[in-house]
């Protein structure tokens, strides 16, 4: 049977999807060159991995509070209540949703900066840097303030389908933090202060800049949150109906993301005794990680919840099921080849990337075997931000809890065997791994709850997928083994074009062989 043609829907996520991904490929281009720029000035030092984790104590709880649970409950609430009660229902769910998040984070940040010193040794007591780290997590605490109300904001737009400017909003805070790095660092030098602390200042002029931006866009949606200041206003937002159900929903969401963050702080514990720079090679591989992972997994994610989060409020199961199907396909067409690229090309990747300044060629071994960590599960780590919407659409969240705790517990007892074999690259394999296992138990809950049925086609799909892949991974092999990348230091841009020369030839394999095997790139989105 002729596959039928793409439907409206289908072509207007897709084109919505490439959006998201277009300005995600821009935040992600420049992220890389934040690192590649912090990363020349201060190398994988004792300094440099005392910035890593007092970053990442508010990235932690943006992704704890703000991305994670926090989205997780309020996008399909919102969604729903839209699609049943109108946008004036809406409107004043929104309004105090908002007054009651504004004053939750007023208190966290007050009491996050009074116990930082506790908050540090609690995720990397092993430093060599602590008292740094103490003093770069106060700068940047109110950070988290910042981002859970751009998270806030970014679940509205994406619910009226704006997703431009929550893609766009990250480049601001890769900006920031390169001009800090360039400007700022030197000057601080100069008058005796600690040059890294320049990052700091540059990570918290970001986030009120990821804010800013979305003041406008909020105003012109008709969407602008009227913050309620006085305690009558606080009182009456958290007895509304719809902030006491989005906290109802985040009670078991937030035990869901609490169980992947308590892993990324057991790890980044683990690494913190693992010596000087093993904090900072994790960060670096995880960046590089993170490009194929947020260009392809967050920007379905980002577009398929509100979708599938719609579908189900108006009962249309099989267009629920046919969006899953969509997300897995790009999927699989886009991130196994990415993985293999990972696997088998790191160190072309981190040299070309990292190796200039203060990095050193171990610096760029230890980061590649991290990467290669990282590039096992990559396959998962993309998938479960499919796989999960499917659940949290129906505002089930036990369910993925409870699969995350199992994966939280298998990850420890692999760290337990891969951390003595593997040093600070068995933390990544641990996690790679435990992905998987996250996304493939995801995938099975579906099935059996009948809420997804792979569209016809699946079959010779994948066979083309993974012939294409090994094709294309078979000439990345060769180029790695072919090219002495860390020698090339001196010689960067010859360096450089070797590296967008063989990812140009990996990629024209690739979608070449894909072409040969009969597979028309314009329809592998199409039901059979």
């Known amino acids: 049977m002729a596959p039928a043609r793409p439907s409206a829907t289908e072509m207007n996520l897709l084109r919505a999807a490439s959006t998201v991904s277009l300005f995600t490929l821009a935040s992600r281009i420049t992220g890389l060159a ?16 005392a910035f890593q ?39 004043r769910l929104i309004d105090a949703v908002a007054t ?7 208190l966290t940040c007050a009491v996050g900066i009074v116990a930082s010193p506790v908050v540090v040794w609690l995720i990397a007591s092993g430093l060599e840097r602590f008292d740094h780290a103490v003093v770069m997590t106060r700068i940047m605490f109110p950070y988290i303030a910042f981002m859970s109300l751009v998270a806030l904001s970014a ?44 990052l700091a200042v540059g990570v918290m002029i970001g986030g009120a800049l990821q804010l800013a931006v979305q003041v406008p866009a909020l105003a012109r949606s ?55 720079g093993a904090v900072s090679w994790l960060t670096y591989a995880d960046r590089l990680m993170e490009f194929p992972t947020a260009l392809l997994g967050v920007a379905l994610g980002v577009v398929l919840l509100p979708q599938l989060s719609a579908a189900q409020a108006t009962g249309e199961s099989q267009r629920y099921s046919d969006l899953l199907d969509w997300g897995l396909r790009l999927v699989l067409l886009l991130a196994l080849p990415c993985a293999a690229a990972l696997l088998l090309f790191p160190q072309a990747l981190v040299s070309v990337l990292y190796h200039y300044g203060a990095i050193t060629p171990r610096d760029v071994e230890r980061t590649s075997v991290a990467l290669m960590g990282y590039g096992v599960g990559l396959m998962g780590l993309i998938g479960v931000k499919i796989l999960a919407p499917g659940f949290y659409a129906r505002q089930d969240i036990r369910t993925p809890v409870r699969i995350a705790i ?13 951390v003595p074999l593997l040093g600070h690259a068995g933390l990544a394999l641990s996690i790679g791994l435990g992905a998987l296992v996250n996304a493939g138990w995801l995938f099975v809950g579906l099935r059996r709850a009948g809420l997804y049925t792979p569209a016809p086609g699946w079959g010779p799909f994948v066979l083309r997928v993974v012939l294409a892949t090994a094709l294309m991974g078979a000439l990345l092999l060769w180029f790695a083994r072919a090219v002495d990348w860390i020698g090339l230091r001196a010689q960067p ?20 062989s894909l072409l040969a095997t009969g597979l028309k790139l314009r329809q592998f989105v199409r039901r059979g």
């Open 222 to 276: 008709g969407c602008l949150p009227r913050i309620g200041l006085g305690p009558a206003s606080l009182r009456a937002a958290f007895a509304d109906a719809g902030v006491r159900r989005v906290l109802r929903q985040m009670a078991p969401a937030l035990l869901g993301v609490s169980v992947a963050q308590l892993s990324l702080l057991i790890n980044t514990q683990i690494a913190s005794y693992q010596g000087v």
């Open 34 to 49: 934040r690192e590649a720029i912090v990363a020349a000035a201060f190398g994988a030092s004792g300094f440099m991995d």
């Open 53 to 91: 984790v007092a970053f990442r104590i508010p990235n932690l709880l943006r992704r704890l509070f703000a991305e994670g649970a926090f989205s997780q409950a309020f996008v399909p609430i919102l969604a729903e209540t839209r699609a049943r009660e109108g946008d004036d229902a809406t409107h």
């Open 493 to 512: 841009w010859t360096r450089a074009g070797l590296l967008a020369g063989c990812i140009a030839a990996a990629v024209a394999l690739y979608f070449g």
């Open 155 to 198: 679940g509205i737009l994406n619910t009226w389908r704006r997703f431009a400017v929550p893609a766009a909003t990250p480049v601001l805070l890769n900006l920031a933090v390169i001009g800090a790095a360039w400007g700022l660092a030197p000057l601080l030098g100069r008058h005796g202060v600690e040059p890294i602390y320049a």
């Open 100 to 106: 009651a998040l504004f004053w939750a984070l007023l």
């Open 406 to 418: 199992v994966v939280l517990a298998l990850t420890q007892l692999m760290n337990l065997v891969f």
